[in-house]
């Protein structure tokens, strides 16, 4: 048996995850590969990865490929802070206005279109950007940011109207938002259901640590930021990392909702590994 290979997000969103496993002394275990979340998709398609965190949207394009960890998820209940819209007017004044969407999440970037559409009710047009908030706004009327930029975007004064998109999801829909799962290979979990189990078990084991050292993670996140300790534990007080049942309702939603403005053929069953 060789250690699983395993992806990381290279996002604050999954510093204390990181944070964890370090401190459970993980990292020995497993081979760990840090890159954007839409290219973890690819290099999960391709074989490069066995299990890592990926898209929502992305895992339901291709559900047949994967099983999902049960109890870990990237997700949000109300506001998020890191996953923001930001408008030169109200939203709801972008009908045929232009939106730029940045280029380093599917996820998101069908959140703000389903968000638009459905419970907006405008029809923009889109681009997609690579994620310079000035840039982006020379060329449009509201724009996308994820991660890190978002969040920046989001501390700092502005002109611009900002929408936090997880809250404004759960307003419109009463659940929780999943914005990336941990997707396993099905191929790797049939043939290594316990290192499968084993790597299930230490993110767990890494969440359960994080979530009583929010403090000891937030001053070690401001060290390379320069925005107070208490803007990024408020950050990691809102960021969810549940998958449980209604968070797997929310995803099934959320889902439904792509496949209402075209933008995934079909809902997929939720397949989770072990079950």
Same mark, same amino acid.
């Given at each position: 048996? @060789?250690?699983? @290979?395993?992806?990381?997000?290279?996002?604050?969103?999954?510093?204390?995850? *990181?944070?964890?496993? !370090?401190?459970?002394?993980?990292?020995?275990?497993?081979?760990?590969?840090?890159?954007?979340?839409?290219?973890?998709?690819?290099?999960?398609? +391709?074989?490069?990865?066995?299990?890592?965190? #990926?898209?929502?949207?992305?895992?339901?394009?291709?559900?047949?490929?994967?099983?999902?960890?049960?109890?870990?998820?990237?997700?949000?209940?109300?506001? !998020?802070?890191?996953?923001?819209?930001?408008?030169?007017?109200?939203?709801?004044?972008?009908?045929?206005?232009?939106?730029?969407?940045?280029?380093?999440?599917?996820?998101?970037? /069908?959140?703000? =279109?389903?968000?638009?559409?459905?419970?907006?009710?405008?029809?923009? +047009? *889109?681009?997609?950007?690579?994620?310079?908030?000035?840039?982006?706004?020379?060329?449009?009327?509201?724009?996308?940011?994820?991660?890190?930029?978002?969040? =920046?975007?989001?501390?700092?004064?502005?002109?611009?109207?900002?929408?936090?998109?997880?809250?404004?999801?759960?307003?419109?829909?009463?659940?929780?938002?999943?914005?990336?799962?941990?997707?396993?290979?099905?191929? $790797?979990?049939?043939?290594?259901?316990?290192?499968?189990?084993? /790597?299930?078990?230490?993110?767990?084991?890494?969440?359960? %640590?994080?979530?009583?050292?929010?403090?000891? #993670? +937030?001053?070690?996140?401001?060290?390379?930021? +320069?925005?107070? /300790?208490?803007?990024? =534990?408020?950050? $990691?007080?809102?960021?969810?990392? @549940?998958?449980?049942?209604? *968070?797997?309702?929310?995803?099934?939603? %959320?889902?439904?909702?792509?496949?209402?403005?075209?933008?995934?053929?079909? !809902?997929?069953?939720?397949?989770?590994?072990?079950?």
């Amino acid at each position: 048996m @060789r250690r699983p @290979r395993l992806g990381h997000i290279q996002f604050l969103n999954c510093l204390p995850l *990181y944070y964890g496993l !370090v401190k459970n002394d993980v990292l020995l275990d497993v081979d760990l590969v840090q890159a954007a979340p839409r290219d973890l998709a690819t290099m999960l398609l +391709s074989g490069e990865l066995d299990i890592a965190p #990926i898209p929502s949207i992305e895992y339901a394009r291709h559900a047949e490929e994967f099983v999902l960890l049960p109890d870990i998820a990237i997700s949000s209940n109300g506001e !998020v802070q890191s996953i923001l819209l930001l408008s030169k007017e109200p939203v709801e004044g972008l009908d045929s206005k232009t939106v730029a969407l940045t280029d380093t999440s599917r996820t998101s970037q /069908v959140l703000a =279109r389903i968000l638009l559409a459905r419970h907006w009710g405008v029809s923009p +047009s *889109y681009a997609e950007m690579p994620p310079d908030l000035a840039s982006m706004m020379r060329d449009a009327d509201a724009a996308l940011l994820i991660g890190d930029d978002a969040l =920046r975007a989001y501390w700092q004064q502005s002109d611009l109207l900002k929408y936090d998109l997880g809250a404004e999801w759960t307003t419109w829909t009463g659940l929780p938002m999943v914005y990336a799962v941990w997707a396993v290979r099905r191929e $790797f979990a049939e043939q290594q259901p316990e290192a499968v189990a084993n /790597v299930s078990d230490a993110l767990t084991a890494s969440l359960a %640590y994080c979530r009583t050292n929010l403090d000891a #993670i +937030s001053e070690y996140a401001a060290r390379w930021e +320069s925005f107070p /300790v208490a803007y990024f =534990r408020s950050y $990691f007080d809102a960021l969810q990392f @549940r998958f449980e049942p209604q *968070y797997r309702e929310g995803l099934t939603r %959320y889902l439904t909702e792509a496949s209402a403005i075209g933008e995934l053929d079909v !809902v997929p069953d939720i397949s989770i590994f072990g079950a």
